[in-house]
Nanobody, 123 residues
Framework: QVQLVESGGGLVQAGGSLRLSCAAS????????MGWFRQAPGKEREFVTA???????YYTDSVKGRFTISRDNAKNTVYLQMNSLKPEDTAVYFC?????????????????WGQGTQVTVSS
């Protein structure tokens, strides 16, 4: 079992930056695949990025070159650095974790979720 708590969301102007954090409980954090999803109003939850226990990373095309996922296993925390933010990045961002990768872009492959943090990008 792992519990996830996101932080770092907020309101930012287009072109700005935010860094989200996701703190995880448990002593086996380094073994978990970690990911970020987002859900905009009226839309389905979508995959944003993920990081393998071995640090390989995956990104959806719309955030490549702008977002960076990283992890600090000593702090049981995964980060999402978001640069060059656009209004279309506005969403609730959710942290996710699982011990197996499955189909990483499918939310059904992830068993553990945080409560979400709101990111709003104004134009």
């Amino acid at each position: 079992q792992v519990q996830l708590v996101e932080s770092g969301g907020g309101l930012v102007q287009a072109g700005g930056s935010l860094r989200l954090s996701c703190a995880a409980s448990g002593r086996t954090f380094s073994s978990y695949f970690m990911g970020w999803f987002r859900q905009a109003p009226g839309k389905e939850r979508e995959f944003v990025t993920a990081i393998h226990p071995g640090l390989r990373t995956y990104y959806t095309d719309s955030v490549k070159g702008r977002f960076t996922i990283s992890r600090d296993n000593a702090k049981n925390t995964v980060y999402l650095q978001m640069n060059s933010l656009k209004p279309e990045d506005t969403a609730v961002y959710f942290c996710a974790a699982d011990l197996t990768s499955g189909v990483i872009v499918n939310q059904l492959s992830w068993n553990y979720w945080g409560q979400g943090t709101q990111v709003t990008v104004s134009s």
